[in-house]
Nanobody, 122 residues
């Protein structure tokens, strides 16, 4: 099985910075894309940023210029650097990864972490 564990959430003041990380572990042959999503109370889960293997990153418009997604393939870890945080960034942040877990199959499956709370407030 594959497990994704997020860390780094917490309380940050408006204009401040916070760094999230998410490590994938378990039965991993390869990882295709990794990404961050968020869900605020009463809202649907939305894409924040995604980083494919060897491809260009993609961000939702509301975080462009403020958030940076990166990954360390050797550590199976994806990061989200949040700068100039705004109250509307308050949400539970989830990471996901498209993982190939079996050597006998080329199929990729999507796995999710349990989420980490980010609160932007003074």
């Amino acid at each position: 099985q594959v497990r994704l564990v997020e860390s780094g959430g917490g309380l940050v003041q408006p204009g401040g910075s916070l760094s999230l990380s998410c490590e994938a572990s378990g039965s991993i042959i390869s990882i295709r894309s990794m990404g961050w999503y968020r869900q605020a109370p009463g809202n649907q889960r939305e894409l924040v940023a995604v980083i494919p293997t060897g491809g260009s990153t993609n961000y939702t418009d509301s975080v462009k210029g403020r958030f940076t997604i990166s990954r360390d393939n050797a550590k199976n870890t994806v990061y989200l650097q949040m700068n100039n945080a705004k109250p509307e960034d308050t949400a539970v942040y989830f990471c996901n990864a498209e993982v190939r877990p079996y050597t006998f199959s080329s199929t990729y499956f999507t796995f999710w972490g349990r989420g980490t709370q980010v609160t932007v407030s003074s």
